[in-house]
């Protein structure tokens, strides 16, 4: 059973760089069968796609945050990463980890397996 | 504002039905790009319960069902169950944003 655990600092001040960590278990994350996603949600407001990698090294992000992000693996830790610069308040969200690519053995673009999420608040 | 609009809250009693809506426009769902949904529990992992429009992954119960037509998409959920209290979103991918974009949600309310 493949889980997906967040893990970073929970609060930042306005201009510093969020740094989150997704740890991959019970599978691969070197496999080109998967992309490997961050998505968030701030109180009360909806869900929104960041952006995703995949082991070829191609990469996609959300074009309105496009200019301060930046996902990247590191296959030795079993982890993705999150590096979001210049954080403002408006940052502060639940951030949570996903798996897209495959499911039931059919390709799929859904998000099937997800982390718990991790509350990052941004505050002077 | 998202780009797919869904209804702020439902609400039905036990062993009914309901049905959640979902709609966008021809730079996304109407472009037949597959509509995804989730149900989200706070303080839990969302979890996939409808992909590529209509399929249920392995372990979802049958009583949840996804349709779509034209620029809108529907999550029915039968016979209603106090846990299926949640909120509920819908996803699909917009050509205009070049990425994968979410509705506002929905909270089911079992009465």
């Known amino acids: 059973q493949v889980l997906l655990q967040e893990s970073g600092p929970g609060l930042l001040k306005p201009s510093q760089t969020l740094s989150l960590f997704c740890t991959v278990s019970g599978g691969s994350i070197s496999t080109s069968t998967y992309h490997w996603n961050w998505i968030r949600q701030p109180a009360g407001k909806a869900l929104e796609w960041i952006g995703r990698f995949h082991i070829s090294g191609r990469t996609n992000y959300n074009l309105s945050l496009r200019s301060r992000v930046t996902i990247s693996l590191d296959t030795s830790r079993r982890q993705f990463s999150l590096s979001l610069t210049s954080v403002t308040v408006a940052d502060t969200a639940v951030y949570y980890c996903?798996?897209?690519?495959?499911?039931?053995?059919?390709?799929?673009?859904?998000?099937?397996?997800w982390g718990q999420g991790t509350l990052v608040s941004v505050s002077a | 504002q998202s780009v797919l609009t869904q209804p702020p809250s439902v609400s039905g009693a036990p062993g009914q039905r309901v049905t959640i809506s979902c709609t966008g426009s021809s730079s996304n769902i109407g472009a037949d790009y597959d509509v995804h949904w989730y149900q989200l529990l706070p303080g839990t992992a969302p979890k996939l319960l409808i992909y590529g429009d209509s399929n249920r992954p392995s372990g979802v119960p049958d009583r949840f069902s996804g349709s779509k037509s034209g620029t809108s998409a529907s999550l029915a959920i039968a016979g209603l169950q106090a846990e299926d209290e949640a909120y509920f979103y819908c996803q699909s991918y917009d050509i205009s944003l070049s990425g994968w974009v979410f509705g506002g949600g929905t909270k089911l309310t079992v009465l």
């Open positions: 996903a798996r897209s690519g495959m499911i039931d053995g059919a390709p799929s673009n859904a998000f099937d397996i």
